[in-house]
């Protein structure tokens, strides 16, 4: 495709983003993808519990593919279809040794939860994925699982996977946590199922608490004080019928479009508004978003809600401390809504944003001063002075997919086409992105 042809598809393809023009906005109703991290959880517990799990809504995309082949590796039968799926567990003893390495793709979920679960197993384990997720910190696991008496190595002794795992039993510990991480808790809580005694967790902040919610409804004992976690080890787990809710990190790009783009008015379906990830709203709103929850219902403690997102005029804003956590992976557009807010955002506290699928506040920065954007990186963040006129560019999506969907977003208020290159990336979460972009056009 050449950039000189002005009758490149707009969404399906990806690769070319044209601006909209000022009558155009976004109108409708959207069902997001299931929640990645919830889909994730519910095929690794279902797969440590006894009969079936049935999952509907199950998201579909590339990492979470990755964690059912893991588990399928290791005799678990998983059966698909476009309406859910099924997971014959065998109990915390059923797992039995891959005849090769686990391949995790480029899921550090998949990666560092399964590490936990694989500690306590009676056979020898490989973990490795593609050449991104082998570049991103696994110490911060490695570390705290070999205080349970876990043997766990990096096998090029980078701290980085592959990691090689051997059998060793493990003992219940207090783990007080230097960051604020889904991922590290739930390691080592799932690794606490096979310990010798209880397991707890201490972060400096609460992060999503999707394994702690999970694990309590399939059985898991599951105690909380203040920013402490506490299971149990060798719980039954019995299998259960799982709906997974919309992803609110899916719904964010959606949310974003919605208020930037005058005349909109965009009702996203059924989406998890769970405290623990709920950031965005507060902080849309805290910009001058007009956004109103609908419908709100509970699920086992997981609550929903129908978002409608109407056109707003937005004002920068301070992001920081302890509602980080709840944000994370929501940072990128928030930082394109910054760019077209008027005054200065100031984004803190976010160093993770550096070791995610790419160096996430690096590759903003880089990418919005490509459009014209008044914007610089810091340690643990960005200052983004926003209100000025954007243009199209080409954009490096690195492969990561918030960075693709948050770039495809930006380019519909840019002047001029946008290219994003590796676009196909965004099939790790919301494989049909484009096309729901496309979908809510209007003119």
């Avoid at 950039?3 to 959207?30: A, C, D, I």
């Avoid at 243009?391 to 086409?417: C, N, T, Y």
Wanted: hydrophobic content about 40%.
């Amino acid at each position: 495709m050449q950039s000189n042809k002005p009758s490149q598809p707009k969404y399906p393809s990806g690769v070319y983003l044209p601006h909209l023009t000022s009558k155009t906005f976004l109108r409708g109703e959207l069902v997001v993808p299931g929640d990645k991290s919830i889909s994730h959880r519910a095929v690794m517990l279902g797969a440590l519990a006894h009969g079936k799990t049935r999952i509907r809504h199950f998201l579909q995309g590339a990492d979470c593919l990755s964690t059912i082949s893991c588990f399928r590796r290791m005799g678990i039968r998983i059966d698909q279809n476009e309406e859910e799926v099924i997971i014959h567990g065998k109990g915390l003893h059923g797992l039995t040794a891959p005849d090769k390495a686990l391949d995790c793709g480029n899921s550090g979920t998949t990666m560092r939860l399964l590490s936990g679960i694989l500690c306590g197993q009676p056979f020898h384990s490989r973990l490795t994925g593609d050449a991104s997720l082998c570049r991103r910190p696994m110490g911060r696991i490695i570390t705290p699982l070999r205080m349970m008496g876990a043997d766990i190595e990096s096998e090029a002794q980078n701290q980085c996977a592959p990691l090689l795992i051997q059998s060793a039993p493990l003992h219940g510990i207090r783990y007080t946590s230097p960051v604020a991480s889904a991922q590290v808790k739930s390691a080592l809580l799932l690794a606490g199922l096979y310990a010798d005694g209880d397991t707890s967790v201490t972060e400096p902040y609460i992060s999503r608490d999707h394994t702690e919610l999970m694990l309590s409804r399939f059985g898991g004992i599951i105690r909380r004080s203040g920013n402490s976690v506490c299971v149990a080890p060798f719980p039954t787990l019995e299998g259960q019928e799982i709906t997974v809710p919309g992803d609110i990190s899916s719904a964010a790009y959606f949310i974003a479009a919605g208020l930037l783009l005058p005349g909109s008015r965009i009702v996203l379906k059924n989406v998890s508004i769970n405290p623990t990830r709920d950031g965005i709203l507060k902080v849309a709103k805290a910009m001058g978003g007009n956004i109103k929850t609908e419908n709100i219902s509970h699920n086992h403690g997981e609550p929903t809600a129908d978002l409608v997102v109407t056109a707003s005029s937005l004002e920068g804003t301070q992001i920081g401390g302890d509602i980080i956590p709840t944000l994370i992976d929501e940072l990128p557009i928030l930082a394109v809504m910054a760019a077209f807010a008027r005054g200065t955002t100031v984004i803190r506290d976010a160093t993770e944003l550096r070791v995610k699928e790419s160096d996430r506040i690096q590759v903003m920065t880089d990418n919005l001063r490509a459009m014209g954007c008044d914007v610089e990186a810091t340690s643990d963040g960005m200052i983004i002075r926003g209100g000025n006129p954007l243009h199209g560019a080409v954009i490096p999506s690195h492969k990561d997919h918030r960075i693709a969907m948050s770039f495809a977003v930006a380019s519909l208020l840019a002047d001029g086409e946008t290219q994003i290159l590796d676009k196909e990336c965004v099939d790790i979460s919301f494989p049909t992105f484009y096309q729901a972009l496309a979908h809510l056009s209007c003119s």
